[in-house]
């Protein structure tokens, strides 16, 4: 999920006013990615999302955080089965050949202009189950001017998944993908983005488990907080 220190865009670049108040937001879990590194059959899942930590999936760690945060939560992925326990509308890929998360965000982009015009959407990766409370908070207060996303930032590094996307960008986004680009943090770029540092309090509230052991991490993180 990380992307590649001192990124190339903005940091910081708070711009009150670039969203009017009250702009509605609506969350989408990223949920469509293959998760090999994870081994999810072998733990009792199907697919990433819902291998357990604490008792629950790990895609409803991320539904609980962002709930608060969101008018509506959705969540991205080709697998509406494997995804039912979570509750929630299932987005698929408006685009073949599993093009990877920014499918899922121009999926949210789509809906978003056939039920929620002039909305914002915030996206999440199913593997992130510490996002903080003030993440919509913060990336709205850090939408650039220009109209470009905004993304997370923590430790001296973007996660550019972890993003709120204007409507308007819809349009240029699905041009990129049919041209072939996947490299979301690249698309941020392109897009005009800026990414929004968290201060670091010991925990990193982007931490994304990725593997067996990161699971292990994260079941001890989770445990030392209950």
């Not at 999810?40 to 962002?66: C, F, I, S, Y």
């Amino acid at each position: 999920m990380a992307g590649p220190t001192a990124p190339p865009y903005p940091s910081d670049a708070a711009s009150p006013g670039a969203a009017p108040a009250g702009t509605p937001v609506i969350g989408l879990i990223l949920a469509g990615g293959h998760g090999s590194r994870m081994g999810a059959p072998a733990l009792g899942a199907a697919t990433k999302p819902m291998v357990l930590l604490g008792g629950r999936p790990l895609a409803a760690h991320v539904a609980e955080r962002l709930a608060p945060q969101v008018a509506r939560l959705y969540a991205s992925g080709n697998d509406a089965e494997a995804l039912a326990p979570l509750g929630l509308p299932v987005l698929p890929d408006p685009l073949p050949g599993r093009p990877g998360p920014l499918a899922g965000v121009l999926a949210g982009l789509d809906l978003i202009a056939s039920q929620a015009p002039g909305a914002l959407l915030l996206t999440a990766p199913a593997d992130a189950p510490f996002l903080p409370a003030d993440l919509a908070a913060r990336l709205l207060a850090g939408l650039p001017e220009g109209g470009g996303p905004a993304c997370a930032a923590s430790a001296g590094r973007r996660h550019p998944v972890i993003a709120l996307w204007p409507a308007a960008l819809r349009d240029r986004l699905r041009l990129l993908l049919e041209g072939g680009e996947r490299r979301v943090g690249f698309v941020i770029e392109l897009l005009g983005g800026a990414a929004i540092a968290w201060p670091d309090r010991g925990n990193d509230p982007f931490y994304n488990v990725n593997s067996p052991q990161e699971l292990e991490i994260a079941r001890s993180r989770l445990s030392a907080h209950s």
